[in-house]
């Protein structure tokens, strides 16, 4: 006999992530997490069920010798022999690492008078060797080489383990200095960067060794003997200004700025001076000043013996091509101030070997996500003017690739006013062709010839292809660009596919002589794919709103899934919700989707209360498992609700540039009256509830119908002329931009068209609230300022409409204080129960509304 579920019953639920696949296929690890309570991970076989567990444990580690390691929250070691079963557990330890092929194994363990010893154990022969005062190691790629820093005396050294043949160990460098910190391989394994600090009178200062493991010879950078390197300036810190190797070794890559603000204590000024003629608004202004406390790019070729600085104070943005022989340089601040995520900015190509800069694009958005270069270093490409254009860097030439194609390749159609963001370019193929998408498919485009092919066939299905990380080798480092990466088309690819009607969600796989292929898709959501990395086997999770999520193993030939973990299988016990899409239309005829999520032992014969929970694009989460929790962030749970006696909708919205909020309602109320219309819900009792963007849909809708009984509004803008005007603490920077080209969307500045901001803002139009609405902030909210519902709570006390606000003084845009996540939960249903079903013997709302 089922059950109602009850929230005594919520801690019985666990949430299922999927970890890894051993090489071979035959283990999977996973993890389950329970409530406040940390993640146990789970090692188990796939044809013995042989189940090996790890309270606590996290960054787990499969061999190809039938080996498992990982460690755990309360500082230990766990090591397991998966072909004979023993198992090992080590306290003390801090990281690990498998070395060649898992036959040898490292790992820094915490000695009892607090120093720690790097330990090298041979897996096979259990013999161990110890080398005293290590903290950290850097494994080489290949993990056949370890090198390590040390203490000796008064010394400090440099080693190198190598298990290539054997097993050996050389010092490469020694010192007496403060000691050596932040080893980097390069790509090839075939030389070693680090830092050498040494101290004086004059503060700490950094040189720079660089190690070639095939000539065994080391070469030094001193800035002091280096007659290029300007005398006020010093070595930064890797975690400053990221300490790298070129791919072919020739070039050491390295962070600098002046001394004098390298370890210098912030200081602050007694009287703050905001200039109107800042380029950036003050706070940010002091942390730049100038560029000149920005650490800057410069680059080091240790055989030839050249230096260069590559960015400057002019031109402080940096990414490196993929051979690392250009770099792409900007100035952030050229055309500041700018109201936009992501100001534009002038790019200048700059030959590393020769130092030679010129400029060769204009005006063009600072989004990485609209730049990417070809693994040849032949290219790159950048979207501009509702095209893919590429820029031929030997010709230094500019093709728009995509001219008088048909589709659209971002989605303003869609998202009018929004910063203009392309559907995307996920990488080049391994013959340097343009990878792109367009709403629907992957296309391919080859910059030489000009030839265009789609590879895939979404647009027919309504299923929109996109080409997963899996499939992909990653590029080089590229400081603050995006890696490109390398996808090779001879090879099987592995596609996400998510269904733009049905709202689906899953994996096919791509070959030129298949094109894409089911592998797990359909009859809910398959996510968190994993890929063991010698045999063609997967594993997933597959999902749907009333089926808790499992684990799936798909094996070739065939791969037919089988089930390999259920989880909450206690769900069988109590009654529970179901989903389904519903589709309607906005005022101006547009079509969109929308989440609906049935009450827990629904009768056709009766009439329910409905919660609506507007953001932007939420059908998407048609199929999303959500456990019921008391511990939520913004106070609201899809499951809660359901298995209270509620409908819950989670409506599509499409928003018109100038006319956020207006498009909003008139989305959200279209989308409540198909439902309405559907006579499954009291039209009478439908609640509103919203956090942040959606806070501000919330206050906005409310004024201007009275179709919601109650609302809740967290972290809320309600009065769009004062927020505007706000200092953001979020990227230091005014608020205008938010409002003009981010997710408010208004396309124009106040001054430009005061009539749409105040068309648009609640607070203008509080007087027609109808609906009792609890509002609720984080006093430490960096995202919307805290006093936005404030202004909305005095508004409506002044007016006398029903209204309470919560401000949690220890909290930020969401709660994460557990107790806090309890009450604001607690709160929340408290008042849609007292609103839509009548519950009126709530204290609390009682003495707060005084009905």
């Keep these: 006999m089922k059950k109602n579920l009850k929230e005594a019953d919520y801690h019985l639920w666990n949430t299922l992530a999927v970890d890894q696949l051993s090489a071979d296929g035959k283990w999977v690890s996973y993890s389950l997490e329970y409530p406040g309570i940390s993640d146990t991970l789970f090692v188990k076989n796939k044809a013995k069920k042989t189940t090996y567990v790890i309270p606590s444990g996290y960054r787990g580690n499969f061999t190809e010798k039938q080996w498992f390691a990982c460690l755990s929250s309360d500082g230990a070691l766990h090591l397991i022999n998966l072909k004979n079963g023993n198992k090992e557990v080590m306290p003390n330890v801090s990281s690990y690492a498998f070395l060649a092929n898992g036959s040898y194994f490292a790992f820094i363990k915490k000695e009892k008078d607090q120093t720690s010893s790097l330990v090298i154990r041979n897996l096979e022969k259990t013999t161990t060797d110890t080398f005293t005062g290590v903290d950290q190691f850097s494994v080489s790629h290949k993990a056949d080489k370890l090198v390590f820093n040390y203490k000796d005396k008064s010394k400090s050294i440099v080693k190198m383990l190598s298990f290539e043949k054997g097993y050996t160990n050389t010092i490469i460098a020694a010192a007496q200095c403060s000691g050596f910190y932040n080893l980097v391989w390069q790509q090839k394994d075939e030389s070693i960067a680090f830092l050498k600090e040494r101290s004086d009178s004059n503060g700490i200062k950094n040189e720079i060794l660089f190690y070639s493991v095939k000539n065994d010879s080391l070469y030094s950078f001193i800035p002091e003997k280096e007659k290029d390197f300007p005398a006020s300036m010093g070595i930064v810190n890797h975690d400053i200004m990221e300490l790298t190797i070129s791919d072919d070794g020739s070039k050491v890559f390295f962070g600098i700025k002046k001394q004098s603000y390298i370890n210098l204590p912030e200081t602050t000024d007694k009287v703050q001076v905001w200039n109107g003629n800042d380029k950036f608004l003050y706070p940010l202004a002091q942390q730049l000043e100038g560029n000149e406390k920005t650490a800057k790019i ?39 101030p700018q109201y936009k995520m992501y100001g534009d900015m002038d790019y200048y190509i700059t030959n590393i070997a020769t130092g030679e800069s010129t400029p060769w694009l204009r005006k063009q958005s600072g989004d990485v996500a609209q730049m990417g270069l070809s693994s040849n270093e032949k290219y790159i490409c950048y979207y501009r003017d509702k095209n893919w254009w590429v820029y031929d860097i030997a010709k230094s030439t500019s093709s728009n690739l995509t001219k008088g194609m048909p589709m659209e390749w971002d989605n303003e159609s869609l998202d009018p006013g929004n910063d203009i963001t392309s559907f995307g370019n996920p990488g080049w193929t391994l013959d340097n062709e343009l990878i792109v998408y367009d709403q629907f498919d992957i296309w391919i485009i080859n910059p030489e010839s000009g030839l265009k092919r789609r590879i895939t066939k979404g647009r027919e299905k309504n299923i929109s292809f996109r080409l997963s990380k899996i499939s992909s080798a990653e590029g080089s480092l590229l400081y603050n660009g995006r890696n490109s990466l390398t996808y090779d088309l001879t090879k099987q690819l592995v596609l996400t596919a998510t269904g733009t009607v049905d709202g689906f969600k899953g994996y096919f796989l791509w070959s030129t002589k298949t094109a894409e292929k089911l592998l797990a898709y359909g009859s809910g959501a398959f996510d968190q794919l994993s890929k063991a990395s010698s ?3 997967y594993v997933c999770r597959q999902m749907a709103f009333d089926k808790s999520p499992s684990l799936i193993i798909l094996s070739a030939p065939d791969f037919d899934k089988q089930t390999f973990l259920e989880t909450n299988v206690q769900q069988k016990n109590y009654y529970w919700g179901t989903s389904r899409m519903i589709h309607y239309s906005n005022s101006i005829g547009q079509s969109l989707n929308g989440a609906l999520f049935y009450p827990a032992n629904y009768d056709p014969m009766q009439k329910y ?60 109320v279209a989308a409540t009256q198909k439902v309405i219309d559907m006579g499954i819900i009291d039209k009478d009792k439908i609640g509103l509830t919203g956090h942040s963007f959606g806070g501000y849909e919330t206050n906005f809708i409310i004024t201007q119908t009275d179709i919601f009984a109650a609302a809740v509004s967290g972290a809320g803008v309600s009065d769009m ?24 969307r208004m396309g124009k500045s106040f001054y430009d068209d005061q009539q749409a901001y105040y068309r648009n803002s609640p607070i203008v139009h509080a007087s027609n609230i109808q609906t009792p609405v609890l509002l609720w902030s984080g006093k430490l909210d960096f995202q919307v300022d805290w006093h936005q519902n404030m202004e909305f709570y005095l508004a409506l006390r002044r007016l006398g409409k029903k209204n309470i606000m919560l401000l949690y003084p220890d909290e930020g845009h969401a709660i994460f204080g557990l107790d806090n996540q309890i009450d604001i939960t607690n709160k929340t249903q408290d008042w849609f129960d007292y609103y839509l079903k009548d519950k009126k013997a709530i204290e609390w709302i009682n003495k707060g509304v005084a009905d």
């Design 298 to 336: 410069a680059v080091w070729f240790p055989k030839k013996k050249i230096y260069r600085q590559i960015s400057t104070n002019e031109l402080p943005w940096i990414m490196l091509t993929s051979k690392q022989n250009y770099a792409i340089t900007a100035n952030p601040a050229a055309y500041e």
């Design 535 to 537: 045999s063609e086997t």
């Design 721 to 744: 002329v004062s927020w505007y005007l706000t200092m953001g603490n979020f990227k230091s920077k005014p608020d205008m931009w938010r409002s003009e080209t981010q997710q408010w």
């Design 609 to 668: 209360p409905m919660v609506v929970y507007p953001y932007e694009k939420q059908s998407r989460d048609l199929f999303q498992y959500e456990n019921p929790s008391m511990l939520n962030m913004g106070g609201f749970n899809v499951t809660n609700f359901t298995t209270r006696g509620y409908f819950v909708l989670l409506p599509d919205i499409i928003h018109v540039k100038g006319d956020t909020g207006i498009s909003a309602l008139d989305c959200v």
